[in-house]
């Protein structure tokens, strides 16, 4: 079982990138993006259930993040849009094989696979 999250790159304030986490080995029930700046904790973004249904957001997001699934190609999209400064960090991808209740979504121990992290820096 492997995540492999890709698309960081650097951008400009304002500018939109797509992150991409292409699941192989098996598909999952819960899916997620994290984050973690230098200095801080990782921090929850973005989730999706493996249905392709429900979508969740971290609240300084909503509006400008989207989360998507493309089952077919096993592989979840974090879609961002004016991005921010303060959106630099790496992006982890992590999944679940059974569902994650939402109340634990933005928990780091409810999720059993992660990916490697992709790079976004944003420059003002």
């Known amino acids: 079982v492997q995540l492999q999250a890709s698309g960081g790159g650097l951008v400009q304030a304002g500018g939109p990138l797509r992150l991409s986490c292409a699941a192989s080995g098996r598909t999952f029930s819960t899916y997620a993006w994290f984050r973690q700046s230098p200095g801080k904790e990782r921090e929850f973004v973005a989730a999706?259930?493996?249905?392709?249904?429900?979508?969740y957001y971290k609240d300084s997001v909503k509006g400008r993040f989207t989360v998507s699934g493309d089952n077919a190609k096993n592989t979840v999209y974090l879609q961002t849009a004016t991005l921010k400064p303060e959106d630099t960090a790496v992006y982890f991808c992590?999944?679940?094989?059974?569902?994650?209740?939402?109340?634990?979504?933005?928990?780091?121990?409810?999720?059993?696979?992660w990916g490697r992290g992709t790079l976004v820096t944003v420059s003002s």
């Open positions: 992590a999944a679940n094989s059974w569902r994650v209740i939402q109340s634990s979504l933005s928990s780091l121990t409810a999720y059993e696979y």
């Open positions: 999706i259930r493996g249905s392709g249904g429900s979508t």
